[in-house]
């Protein structure tokens, strides 16, 4: 028997960006807030000795303990799906801060068009060319009424960005908090190129502060090292946005806000209307407890929002035989390939220093921003550079035709070390009736409940898109002047090996309408007024870029959500 | 175990071991750290001169500074091929120190030891079955025993084609079987292919060679001095932005450490 708490008006699950800004939020209002998180405390001091490729990109040390949940996979409904028993494709997030701690911090927003996908895809080309099968939808909210979510959030972690607004992207309401970031000399071989061949660069928005910042609740962090140890890593300097240094502080400040850690939440209690609470067990001595809460919050990143949901049996669960259902539509991933490499053997760089989100980027060949009309497949790319810092274990690359391993392997490898760069596009990943997340009839976590299973693949459209986009970032390295250029514009079937990105969206939808969505505008769950679904998971698809600004701006519409619904109740609109 | 180095030289296993160690013939095994700290180990117990040059100074010096080296895991064996295999993957050439020199067996032998070598924090629960390729590899054994077990079969390999152990072969020979483990076509226990052990077995040499030396390669952060990477350094704000390329001198977490 789990051994009940007092009562709180409100339980989040999950202490990652999203979970920790609803906190700051809530309580800075005065409202009382338990979090709940199954990992560890941690903190800044916990990274001075960071600076460890093995220990931390190699090995995952900050990332979940896969031993006691992961998620398991297939392609097609057609082959039975198997664990994800060792990291690849994606890595997901465990302890205080989730995954806001070893980010890169690539911050943008998505596109106006991305909001309303289905209805200016109509409006430009027609019904028809939405593919059959393609589930494509509104969002529910427009570009312009999320703005100043968006705006909040950047000036939040204090997003370092260009002062002139790209005509390609969404309109601003305010300038950058920060200045942008330092532009390198690859950063600047990339700009030329590109606006010689007429497109509209723009430095990586970033959550790396480029110089000291004051937020707006008087959190002042310190400026930015480069110094090359930045995605899967913790910033031992604050520099790096994450929910320790930016939205907890105000939480534990406001003395509304009691962290409970090493509580995995296995249970949402609710009478198929409303949920009363949630039950967690103290992984440390086993112990079950009851927390019960006026409002439930779920912020546990996509997987787990969709599983517990399922498992808790709450909201309805999405059928691909019918298309009727929602939790677990709409699941997608990011459309990564066609990266250019460019081999110089006249130059060499300093790219052992960078940092999470020093890049540049060019927004003409993502979202609606170029015709479609000849073209088969919706959507598109960002198409961009970035110096992260080439750490020495990942990072070998070798012209085509060179082996992988021995004389000639060690000598090129050797020879590039500091004389490759790349040109990548990051490709939007659009929803197919048959990708959804459900849950796997075999496998289970240490806690005894079902793993989320996911079936998803690449699809004609993503082939069509990376072929594309694959072509402009070979013509951009081109005209940047490399002695040899690698690049491949082939997409084979999604792969859970090599790692891609940890953008994987859907599943708990926002939209308009009850029947095709999970949650309103405000992730608010259409089937239980009092629980609020926040994260990617409420991405009724994935754009061209990184999604974390998005979900940030989603977290603070969610907040003001959430804060209306404690004082009149009912769904808000 | 007997104790006379008489009875020991009677013993096969054993002798294989005196000619691994360099001191019956030189050559066959690179300098590598580990043919200077046994051959200089041996050495004091048996009296026998050391016939091989050692390319960074004399057996007892090594033994002497490095007390903190010693095989976790591996048996001699083992360890032996380790180097001979990983030296092939990543050789001495003019750049610079192979993977023998650079510590990377002790550094895959001390992997092995650790969590990451019994799969603590992986996934395992069964049912172990095979999936698609697109699925990832099923796993069913930990990683301490596909490397022991791929060790195996690249010594099980050499005898049948060569009539000798795999340290014993030419680097042609060695190379060829490594590339037939790459390639797929030397199985090495039911369902893992050679495949999946050269996989596992090149990467981690690659970290050997490139990982911070505390974890026991990289030795003297040659591994970074090579590629000129300098490490762990708290700051590049000054370099960031310059034309011209910077070398620095690397620091390793050490460095972190005492000052
Ligand atoms: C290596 C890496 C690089 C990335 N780089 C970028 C980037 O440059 N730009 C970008 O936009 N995005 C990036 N992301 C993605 C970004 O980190 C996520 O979008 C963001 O952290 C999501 O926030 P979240 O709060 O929804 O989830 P998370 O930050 O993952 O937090 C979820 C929290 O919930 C907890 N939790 C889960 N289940 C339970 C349970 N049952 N009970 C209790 N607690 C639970 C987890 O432990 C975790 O702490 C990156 C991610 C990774 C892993
Ligand atoms: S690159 Fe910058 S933000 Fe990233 S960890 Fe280093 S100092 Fe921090």
New binding site residues.
């Given amino acids: 028997m789990a051994t009940k708490m007092p009562k709180v008006p409100v339980v989040i ?7 920790g800004i609803i906190a700051a939020e809530l309580s800075k209002q005065g409202t009382k807030v338990v979090g ?4 560890k405390p941690r903190g800044t001091a916990d990274y001075y000795m960071v600076h460890d490729e093995l220990r931390y990109a190699s090995r995952y040390d900050l ?2 303990d896969l031993s006691k949940e992961t998620v398991t996979f297939r392609n097609t409904d057609k082959v039975a799906a198997v664990p994800m028993r060792e990291y690849g494709s ?11 701690v ?7 927003r998505f596109l106006p068009y991305d909001f309303e996908i289905h209805s200016k895809t109509v409006e430009r080309y027609g019904k028809q060319k939405i593919p059959e099968g393609m589930t494509i939808q509104d969002w529910g909210i427009t570009y312009d009424t999320l703005e100043p979510y968006f705006d909040k959030f950047e000036k939040l972690a204090g997003i370092s960005g260009d002062s002139e607004t790209n005509p390609l992207i969404g309109k601003r309401s305010a300038p950058f908090p920060t200045k942008p970031m330092v532009k390198t000399p690859i950063l600047k071989l990339f700009e030329d190129a590109t606006k010689k061949l007429g497109y509209h660069p723009y430095m990586m928005p970033s959550a790396n502060l480029s110089e000291q910042y004051t937020n707006p609740d008087g959190i002042t962090r310190a400026a930015c090292q480069y110094c090359g140890y930045c ?2 890593f913790g910033c031992e300097y604050g520099a790096k946005a994450d929910v320790i240094v930016t939205a907890l502080p105000v939480a534990q400040k406001s003395g509304n806000f009691e962290l409970r850690s090493y ?4 249970q949402v209690l609710n009478d198929g209307k409303k949920a009363s609470g949630v039950v ?1 067990v103290n992984t440390v001595t086993g112990e079950q407890f009851e927390q019960p809460a006026d409002v439930v919050i779920m ?3 996509v997987f ?1 929002n969709i599983k ?1 949901l399922l498992t808790s049996k709450l909201g309805k669960p999405y059928d691909p035989a019918t298309g009727k259902g929602v939790i677990g539509k709409n699941y997608c991933y990011q459309t990564n390939g066609g990266t250019a490499s460019g081999f110089f053997d006249d130059k060499t760089f300093n790219l052992y220093a960078g940092a ?2 020093l890049g540049m980027e060019i927004p003409d060949f993502n979202g609606d921003n170029f015709d479609h009309s000849n073209l088969n497949f919706l959507h598109g790319a960002g198409i961009r550079i970035s110096q992260t810092g080439q750490r020495p274990i990942a990072t070998n690359s070798v012209p085509k035709g060179t082996p992988s391993w021995g004389k000639d392997f060690k000598a090129k490898s050797l020879k590039y070390a500091n004389s490759v760069i790349s040109v990548s596009p990051q490709g939007s990943s659009l929803p197919w009736r048959h990708h959804y997340v459900d849950l796997d009839p075999t496998y289970k976590d240490a806690y005894g409940l079902p793993l989320p299973r996911i079936t998803f693949d690449f699809e004609e459209q993503d082939r069509q898109l990376i072929k594309f986009v694959a072509g402009k970032a070979a013509e951009i390295m081109k005209e940047m002047n490399p002695t040899t250029i690698g690049s491949s514009d082939q997409l084979g079937p999604y792969n859970i090996v090599p790692y891609q ?3 994987n969206t859907g599943g708990v939808i926002m939209g308009a309408d009850p029947s095709t969505s999970a949650v309103n505008s405000y992730l608010q769950m259409w089937d239980a007024e009092n629980v609020f679904v ?3 998971s409420a991405f009724a698809h994935n754009s061209g870029y ?4 998005t ?1 940030g701006a989603l977290a603070y519409r969610a907040a003001e959500g959430i804060s209306k619904y404690l004082k009149s109740g009912g769904m808000i609109v | 175990m007997a104790d006379k180095p008489s009875q020991q030289s009677l013993d096969p296993s054993r002798r294989r071991f005196l000619k691994y160690t360099g001191t019956a013939i030189g050559g066959v095994v690179v300098g590598g750290v580990i043919g200077s700290a046994m051959s200089g180990g041996f050495k004091k117990n048996t009296a026998v001169p050391s016939t091989s040059p050692t390319p960074s100074g004399t057996p007892q010096e090594h033994l002497a500074s490095d007390y903190n080296q010693a095989p976790m895991f591996f048996n001699q064996q083992q360890l032996q091929i380790t180097e001979a295999a990983a030296e092939r993957i990543f050789p001495k050439d003019d750049n610079g120190p192979g993977a023998a020199e650079l510590g990377v067996a002790f550094y895959i032998d001390h992997q092995l030891a650790s969590p990451w070598g019994v799969n603590a924090r992986t996934y395992r629960m069964g049912p172990f079955v095979k999936g698609e390729v697109t699925q990832g590899d099923y796993l069913s054994i930990e990683r301490h025993e596909l490397i022991t077990m791929g060790l195996n079969s690249l010594e099980e390999t050499a005898k049948s084609k060569h009539s000798k152990g795999f340290v014993d072969i030419t680097p042609e020979e060695k190379d060829a079987i490594l590339t037939s483990m790459e390639k797929g076509e030397i199985s090495v226990v039911n369902g893992i292919t050679g495949k999946t052990f050269f996989n596992q077995f090149r990467t981690l040499v690659m970290e050997g060679v490139y990982s911070d030396p505390l974890y026991g390669g990289n030795k003297n952060m040659a591994g970074w001095k090579m590629r000129k990477y300098p490490g762990n350094q708290m700051s590049y704000i000054t370099i960031i932005e310059k034309d011209q390329f910077v070398a620095m001198e690397p620091r390793s977490l050490h460095d972190h450490f005492v000052h």
């Fill in positions: 699950v999950g202490m990652g960006w999203v979970g709940l998180e199954r990992g990332m979940q994606f890595l997901l997030g465990e302890g205080l801060g989730g995954a806001s070893h980010w890169n911090g690539q911050t943008l995605e899967r509580s995995n939440v296995i967690y912020a546990s990143y787990n517990l999470g989100s990105s940890t953008h926040v994260g990617a990184n999604p974390t600004g979900v």
